[in-house]
Structures are given as C-alpha cells and as structure tokens.
C-alpha cells in the first residue's frame, strides 16, 4: 500500500489504461462507516481507535486462512486472536513465560 500523491496514468497494454490518482476518505463514523471500515481504508489511525483487534478480526473474515498463513508465515490459527499471537512469535515480539 501506498500513498499517491500526483495522478499517475499505468498503460497495461495497448487497450487498457490504469489511472491512479490521489482521493479523498473522510473518517465520519455513521451508520454505514463503522469505525472498523474506516480503520481499514486508512481513513481513522489506528492508535486512535477504542479497539485495535476489531479491523484485525475483518481482515480475518475477508482473507482465507491460507492466504494470510502464506504471507505472514504463520501456523494454522482459528480466530483473530489466534491469527495475532501467530504473527507476534514468528516476528519474534512475543516470548514464552
């Protein structure tokens, strides 16, 4: 992921074009913008947020388990929780005792 700063136009081939050009998220939290989603399009950092293990939980549920076991190389996990302590050992943040 990353920030655009400036339109930038991505020729993919000689028919398809890609515009990528810099927008606008606005953090309102409302009936449709739960203070989750806005978490997950960057809109609300993280820090800010009562609960940083909900955004986690969605990324979870929208992911399949072998997806995020590949990219994180992780074991097998059965819950957002789970999926977290996964990450926290292989990266070495979480010792045993």
């Known amino acids: 992921p990353g920030l655009t700063r400036q339109a930038q136009e991505v020729h993919l081939d000689k028919h398809v074009k890609l515009l990528d050009s810099p927008g606008i998220v606005f953090p309102t939290v409302d009936?449709?913008?739960?203070p989750v989603q806005a978490a997950l399009r960057n809109a609300v950092k993280v820090e800010k947020l009562d609960d940083p293990i909900s955004p986690v939980g969605e990324i979870v549920k929208r992911c399949t388990a072998k997806q995020l076991?590949?990219?994180?190389?992780?074991?097998?996990?059965?819950?957002?929780q789970e999926f977290l302590q996964n990450v926290a050992i292989v990266r070495g943040k979480m010792k045993k005792g």
């Open 31 to 34: 009936a449709n913008n739960t």
């Open 69 to 80: 076991t590949e990219i994180y190389q992780i074991p097998r996990f059965s819950d957002a």
